[in-house]
């Protein structure tokens, strides 16, 4: 019915295209913030651990599932179904993710394009052209919608070229990028007067704000920052060898994403404290951290204008950071409805990306419209209601649907002996039992 399935074609391949999906706006924006506004190294210790003890073996049955099934999400969780009803859930889950990640997507496409806007801004202002500066920088629907079509039109041209030459090498070349300019972000700006205010802000732990809050603020942005519940992970575990180990590449995936998040948040509130010490107001009128899309659009430019000629390269190496962060997350997300649609519609993927491309944009092109009422509205459905309750049903399929055996026969497969460890003797029951009661009582105490 449908072409040969595409392939990672090393581990590395799947190591940057993987962390790559984790690794987006959720660390390098959304981390810090978080971190600043929930008691800095408090929230950072109360992340790792959850990172580990949560996110990793949720992560883990993600890409178990997938490499087992080598399918997309509907076909996978059918695929370790036992009977009609087991099939009913799993083909519900399966639309679900693809749903959840589209809608993900068409907001996340939004902000990417914002992100694309300010990276083309400091060329127009080098051309003196300041009609088009003020519209770059501007929020009309006008500017919103054309650069959310720039920034899906990307994204759909390295899904349309495939698993091995779209993903992966784009993957494999943005990823190294990315951390080159964060680390070289990170040295410039903490050498400006105000910085260290902005890392003792970040690194000094206020225990004080240990609360449910906290923990379920850190878990939200957890599952969130590894791109867990909507299938990218499980798709992108389904183009993975079976040579290659999967318990050591998602601890690998999941150590890239915790590192670049807690990297992030060296730049991001130093950048802050260097913006108050040049004049720009970092608190918003309660008293609060600017967190919001102001300090990435107007902290941190207002900052960037006050260093001159540096500023320049600072403001195009930074939104150049931003984008790239985007763009390899972006990928992963429409990868889940395109996969769809080559292994269980029969569209090739050159028509199929396009399609389901459109699509989405036309989603975001309302969100757009209608800014005010649905945006909030969107991210809240997709992250905070979609995300967690499908990582529930994830784990349930791991977890009870599919066999124990089968499962860790999987997972030994590419890491002989690894049913011997103590962890993975008890990572099906964890997966089983802990995993969704600890999602489920966040999720209903954030509901609450
Ligand atoms: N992990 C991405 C980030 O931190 O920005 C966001 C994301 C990507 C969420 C892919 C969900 C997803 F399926």
Known sequence: MSAPRGQFSSNIGFLMAAAGSAVGLGNIWGFPTKAAS????????????L?????????????????????????????ISTGPITRFFGS??????ILVA????????????????????????LFGASGAVEWLTGNSV?????????????????????????????STLLMPSLIILLLLLIVYVLTQPGAMTGLEVYLMPDFSHLSPKLLIAAMGQAFFSLSLGVGTMLIYGSYLSQQESLPRLGALVTLIDVGIAFTAGLLILPAMYVAQEAGTQIFSA???????????????????????????????AFFALMVIASLTSSISMLEVPVAFS??????????????????????????????DSLFGLV??????????????????????????????????KGHPGIENSLFWKIWPWYVRIVCPLLILTAFAQSVI
């Open 38 to 49: 929930n008691g800095g190294a408090a929230f950072v210790v109360v992340y790792l651990i």
């Open 51 to 79: 990172a580990f003890l949560l996110a990793y073996p949720a992560l883990m049955a993600e890409l178990t599932i997938g490499r087992h099934a080598r399918r997309n999400m509907v076909q996978a969780l059918r695929g």
């Open 92 to 97: 519900l889950a399966g639309f679900g993710g």
């Open 102 to 125: 589209s809608l993900i997507l068409s907001f996340y496409a939004i902000v990417a394009g914002w992100m694309v806007a300010h990276l083309v801004e400091p060329f127009a202002g």
């Open 142 to 170: 006008g500017r919103n919608l054309t650069f959310t079509a720039i920034f899906s039109g990307m994204t759909m041209l390295i899904i349309a070229a495939g698993v091995e030459k779209g993903i992966e090498r784009w």
């Open 286 to 316: 309660g008293g609060e951290l600017i967190a919001g899309p102001d300090l990435i659009l107007q902290v941190l430019p207002a900052l960037f204008d006050t260093m001159g000629t540096a500023g320049l390269f600072v403001a195009i």
């Open 342 to 371: 080559i292994e269980n519609l029969g569209v090739p993927r050159r028509l199929a990306t396009p399609l389901v491309g459109l699509v989405i944009f036309a989603i975001s092109s309302a969100i757009i419209v209608n800014f």
């Open 379 to 412: 991210v809240s459905i997709s992250t905070e209601y979609g995300q967690p309750l499908l990582g529930v049903a994830l784990c349930i399929f791991a977890g009870w649907i599919w066999r124990r055996d089968q499962l860790l026969a999987e997972l030994q």
